[in-house]
């Protein structure tokens, strides 16, 4: 059964850069899509955009300007960053398996904006 | 975007009686090269993450109970649990995979009458 941790900070200043890890273990990043989904406290799912264990991606056109997803196939990791964030990008952060529906989940971490 | 809309947004069942959950598609979700709606269902439980219950439209995801059972096609779908128990308290959104962005709905909080 594959697992998934996100980890990274819990508070990030507006304007900067929020970045996450995702580790996975219990199985192999390859050949699968891995996804990042945000939920706004509050509010419903958001999914943030997808990469293949290859390297390509796909992003959430209303983001798109702002993140950046990579993998590290020699680590089990893949990873999000979200540049110029404001107060809107307080969520909890989702790493899961899955480009289509999502399989497995991360138990989510919550990032708070704020200065 | 496709946008999924649910209703109720929330309802409550007593147990052992039959709860059922709306979804609708903006735009149809029904490949019809493959005759295959590209639709989800998740249960979210407080603390904890989603869990796929549902994929296909009306096909269980590995260990999900039968009384789950997802169906509809084109822009409108329904989960329905033919038998609530305690444990399936928690709020149900539905997901379509036929585009990308992809979308989740807003979710349905189904409680214990």
């Known amino acids: 059964q594959v697992q998934l941790q996100e980890s990274g900070p819990g508070l990030v200043k507006p304007s900067e850069t929020l970045s996450l890890t995702c580790s996975v273990s219990g199985g192999s990043i390859s050949p699968y899509y891995w996804s990042w989904i945000r939920q706004p406290p509050g509010k419903g799912l958001e999914w943030i955009g997808y990469?293949?264990?290859?390297?390509?991606?796909n992003y959430n056109p209303s983001l798109k300007s702002r993140v950046t997803i990579s993998v590290d196939t020699s680590k089990n990791q893949f990873s999000l960053k979200l540049s110029s964030v404001t107060a809107a990008d307080t969520a909890v952060y989702y790493c899961?398996?899955?480009?289509?529906?999502?399989?497995?989940w991360g138990q989510g971490t919550l990032v708070t904006v704020s200065s | 975007d496709i946008v999924m809309t649910q209703s109720p947004d929330s309802l409550a069942v007593s147990l052992g009686e039959r709860a059922t959950i709306n979804c609708k598609s903006s735009q149809s979700v029904l490949n019809s090269s493959n005759n295959k709606n590209y639709l989800a269902w998740y249960q979210h439980k407080p603390g904890q993450p989603p869990k796929l219950l549902i994929f296909w439209a009306s096909t269980r995801e590995s260990g999900v109970p039968d009384r789950f059972s997802g169906s509809g096609s084109g822009t409108d779908f329904t989960l329905t649990i033919s038998s609530l128990q305690a444990e399936d308290v928690a709020v149900y959104s539905c997901q379509q995979y036929y585009s990308i962005p992809l979308t989740f709905g807003p979710g349905t909080k189904l409680d214990i009458k």
């Open positions: 899961a398996r899955g480009g289509s529906w999502i399989e497995s």
């Open positions: 990469i293949y264990y290859s390297g390509s991606t």
